[in-house]
């Protein structure tokens, strides 16, 4: 919502713009190899991956700008790793404002202080904040780059049909209604899911207790950007409040509701600048402010039982929905565009066998789960459930006044990158490692090289990392690219590895296999394990 008086996308410091629907429809393409509902963060992920990977695509939007409003502000390390690898970093790395530490009060006092791992081995910080709208304007300038997406807006789709070895969608803009065919369809149609609709399909989990207010507040404030989270302030005694840094003066002020507080009357105008003023007044705040957007939220984990239907996949909140405490919703759908987006590019190449699209559910839904395990935590802390639930919160916040360690209970769990240690695609070993090497499936760590980070090492495809130039000579025959580095390089200290060791390293970059002593069979097996079974 806008304050009286300003139209949905009249905002104090973002230019919407407006895309008019394609011109010309009769000379437009009728079919692609992928097609792509939704141009959200999630939809143009996809195509920029698949483009990565030679594919062209068409992706559809019903809408004729951005999403109005602001919803996802937090982007973490792993999906800055992903918008790099994509081609679409630069502009992030001007705007959004990278942050490590968060600060947590209890009745005005601080309870704790956290900071997020980080170091210069990093390439970038554990977390950024960015309004999702630069966000989508950002990737959708990547989007105009890059000549294999075609992304139509005020386009529509309108119903969905299996056809042969294809899905048929009917598209409908301005000028009618008009059948669109593709080999593989990616749903990143958002929470409400019309694909999913349209196929009879149901997100399954849980709805938890406790609605937020989250206004987005314009004002000259010189804190730095660290997140404060408020328990039991006296401006909404009993609640909680979360307050984020934004770029261009922003700040996300996010406040939970009483239970006997009605909606309606929370979300009038007036009564948001009222809690909005009562919170800068617990703040210190007493200098201009403006509102920008507010809305309602509560929290949700529902999940997809299956990911995939026949030849369409379901990606970003079509497939689930997380708790936005825990910073994940974006991120997990960044990840899962990224997933799908290589194994496509390798399918449709014929450099693997359409086996390996069977692992993107598989993977993918197991990293929501354990989204929900973590952020199922976060939700209750942030919202008790139940007045048990609302006694222990309590009882370790008034715990954490005079002892610290009672303090880390309010430590939001930070988004870590998800390992994919069941896939059916990671080899397991059994050598000896260090207990702080990373495992198969994991995500592959950065280390500072001579030459730049080791992140900017990786090809496009899978790299074989390797300390024996005889071994990379050795896998000459195989589809992937090679990184030898030095036995004493800070990549072999981080990756707890010695003068034999090797890493298969997944286009996602991911770790597909690892060993201590590699041998080019065991190389062989597990690259064809990696990507779902012999070549075609
Ligand atoms: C208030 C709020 C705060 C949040 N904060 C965070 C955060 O800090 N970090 C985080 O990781 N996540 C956060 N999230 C979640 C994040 O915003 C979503 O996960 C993200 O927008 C999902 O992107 P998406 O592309 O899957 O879906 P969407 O952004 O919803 O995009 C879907 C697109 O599909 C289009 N579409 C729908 N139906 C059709 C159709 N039939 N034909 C053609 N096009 C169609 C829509 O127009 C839309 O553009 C937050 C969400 C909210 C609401």
Known sequence: MRPAGRAETESLYFSYPHFDAPQDRASLPVSAPVAIVGAGPIGMTAALGLARE????????????????????????????????????????????????????????????????????EKFRPMYNLQQQYIEQFLWQAVQNEPLIDLRWQSTITDVADVGNGVTLTVTDPSGSYPFTADWVLAADGARSPLRKIRGLRLKGENYEGRYVIADVQM?????????????????RGGTILIHKQPDNIWRIDYQLRDDEDETEALREETVRASVAAVLAEIDYDGPWDLEWWSVYSANTLALDDYRDGRIFFIGDSAHIVP????????????DAHNIAWKLGWVLRGDAPVTL???????????????????SKSARFMTPPTAGWQLMRDAALNLALDHPFAGQLANPRQMTPYTYADSPLVTNDEGSWSKTAPLPGAALPDAILETGHLSDHLGQGFTLLTF???LAKSVGHLPIGTLTLPADSPAAQVLGATARSAFLIRPDSHI?????????????????????GPRP
Not at 324 to 334: A, Q
Not at 519 to 529: N, R, V
Request: glycine residues 8%; charged residues 20%; proline residues 6%.
């Open 357 to 375: 699209l069977d692992s993107y559910s598989p993977e993918r839904r197991g990293a929501t789960l354990d989204v929900f395990a973590n952020a």
């Open 54 to 121: 030679g594919i062209r695509s068409v992706v559809f939007d019903t809408k004729a700008t951005f999403n109005d409003g602001s919803r996802a502000i937090c982007i973490a390390r792993q999906s800055f790793h992903i918008l790099n690898q994509i081609g679409a970093i630069a502009p992030f790395m001007e705007k959004a404002l990278g942050w490590t530490t968060g600060r947590s009060f209890y009745r005005g006092r601080q309870i704790l202080e956290f900071h997020m791992p980080d170091s210069p081995a």
């Open 512 to 532: 597909a296999a690892r060993w201590s002593q590699a041998t080019p069979s065991q190389i062989e097996a597990a690259f064809t394990k990696s990507i779902g």
């Open 220 to 236: 000259p404030h010189d804190y730095p950007t660290i997140r404060r989270a408020l328990f039991d302030p006296d401006c909404r």
């Open 468 to 470: 024996d130039p005889e």
């Open 324 to 335: 936005i405490f825990g910073v994940r919703g974006l991120n997990n759908g960044l990840a």
